[in-house]
Antibody
Framework: EVHLLESGGGLVQPGGSLGLSCAAS????????MTWVRQAPGKGLEWVSS????????YYADSVKGRFTISRDNSNKTVQLHMSSLRVDDTAIYYC???????????WGQGTLVTVSS | QSALTQPASVSGSLGQSITISCTGT?????????VSWYQQHPGKAPKLIIF???NRASGVPDRFSASKSGNTASLTLSGLQPEDEADYYC??????????FGGGTKVTVL
């Protein structure tokens, strides 16, 4: 069974940094593109970033470009999202999802809450 | 990056059918068949129900069907059940090398 477990969420001040991690199991991780999607409280889904199966290609939403960095470690079956220069409007549940920009995102983790507040 | 356009809410009676629309542009929905739909119950993670425009994900009842015409994709729920009450989101690949979601539609079963 495909399982994704996000970690690293928490409270951070505006302008600060935070790193999220997603541990994958139950599928051939190194063959799958991976994606982060976020959902602000009471709001809709927003695509954040995707990374190709090899890690060679990365993609970002305009709202996070230059501030967030996605990476992956295929040997440890993890995908990371490093977030810097965080803003109040980055507050959201961040979901790790299998799939990428082209391939429809499919399996979702349970999410990790990031709160940016002073 | 503007979102795809969905109605904020749709309602229907138990057993009836409803259709949710999702409107984009030639740069996303209209130009590609990488269109998916997700169901999200309150407090839960989204769940894939449709991929590649009209293919049901594993385990999804055939009461759920989807299609696309031009720049508009549609999700139809037939024979509405109480458990269908949820938020529904469409998503598409966009030619700028990004992915975009719709604003979401709240489905109420009367």
């Amino acid at each position: 069974e495909v399982h994704l477990l996000e970690s690293g969420g928490g409270l951070v001040q505006p302008g600060g940094s935070l790193g999220l991690s997603c541990a994958a199991s139950g599928f051939a991780f190194s063959s799958f593109d991976m994606t982060w999607v976020r959902q602000a409280p009471g709001k809709g889904l927003e695509w954040v970033s995707s990374i190709s199966f090899s890690g060679a290609s990365t993609y970002y939403a305009d709202s996070v470009k230059g501030r967030f960095t996605i990476s992956r470690d295929n040997s440890n079956k993890t995908v990371q999202l490093h977030m810097s220069s965080l803003r109040v409007d980055d507050t959201a549940i961040y979901y790790c999802v299998t799939g990428g920009v082209v391939v429809d995102p499919s399996t979702w983790g349970q999410g990790t809450l990031v709160t940016v507040s002073s | 990056q503007s979102a795809l356009t969905q109605p904020a809410s749709v309602s229907g009676s138990l057993g009836q059918s409803i259709t949710i629309s999702c409107t984009g542009t030639n740069s996303d929905l209209g130009g590609y068949n990488f269109v998916s739909w997700y169901q999200q119950h309150p407090g839960k993670a989204p769940k894939l129900i449709i991929f590649d425009v009209s293919n049901r994900a594993s385990g999804v009842p055939d009461r759920f069907s989807a299609s696309k015409s031009g720049n508009t994709a549609s999700l139809t729920l037939s024979g509405l059940q109480p458990e269908d009450e949820a938020d529904y989101y469409c998503s598409s690949y966009r030619s700028s090398g990004t992915r975009v979601f719709g604003g979401g539609t709240k489905v109420t079963v009367l």
